[in-house]
């Protein structure tokens, strides 16, 4: 999401990035591990 107004190049390309996140597949797997017994993700 770009925010209105913004004028430094560097700036827009963070707002940018930020609604694009890179996971790996590790990462992609933690948030399904919460609330299963153990804590162990679920593939």
């Avoid at 770009?2 to 992609?28: F, S």
Wanted: charged residues 20%.
């Amino acid at each position: 999401m770009t925010i209105p107004g913004t004028g430094d190049p560097a700036h827009l390309e963070a707002d940018v990035a930020a609604g694009a996140p890179r996971l790996t597949d590790d990462e992609m797997l933690r948030p399904t591990a919460l609330g299963q017994p153990g804590g162990r993700a679920v593939a």
